[in-house]
């Protein structure tokens, strides 16, 4: 499957942005859908993750409530809204998918197989 992210770009403190992922080649069914972020000089961090058959949700520390995770069954997509941006939430945004992953293993990126190139999301003060 093939994964484009589209979305981002520069906000405010306080702004909102979205972020979708669409598939390609195949549908998302059956599959995590997985969102994850990479400041300069740190590690990738998991944001949130959705399970698509059951729409479980999975949220990074302190996210959750922030951000939302929703999938578009019509357009194939797995949508990212970021409320209240804060400049800590500057990174580059990636999406990233895999067939079943097991629930202990939602916020590791080495469980997922395919990623998207990544979107740039820049917050100001």
């Known amino acids: 499957v093939q994964l484009q992210a589209s979305g981002g770009g520069s906000a405010q403190t306080g702004d909102s942005l979205g972020l979708s992922c669409t598939a390609s080649?195949?549908?998302?069914?059956?599959?995590?859908i997985g969102w994850f972020r990479q400041a300069p000089g740190k590690e990738r961090e998991f944001v949130a993750a959705m399970k698509w058959n059951s729409r479980s949700t999975y949220y990074g520390n302190s996210l959750r409530g922030r951000f939302t995770i929703s999938r578009d069954n019509d357009k194939n997509t797995v949508s990212l809204q970021m409320n209240n941006l804060k400049p800590e939430d500057t990174a580059v945004y990636y999406c990233?998918?895999?067939?079943?992953?097991?629930?202990?293993?939602?916020?590791?990126?080495?469980?997922?197989?395919?990623w998207g190139q990544g979107t740039q999301v820049t917050v100001s003060s």
């Open positions: 990233a998918a895999n067939g079943t992953i097991i629930q202990s293993s939602i916020q590791n990126p080495r469980a997922y197989g395919y």
């Open positions: 080649g195949r549908t998302f069914s059956g599959y995590t």
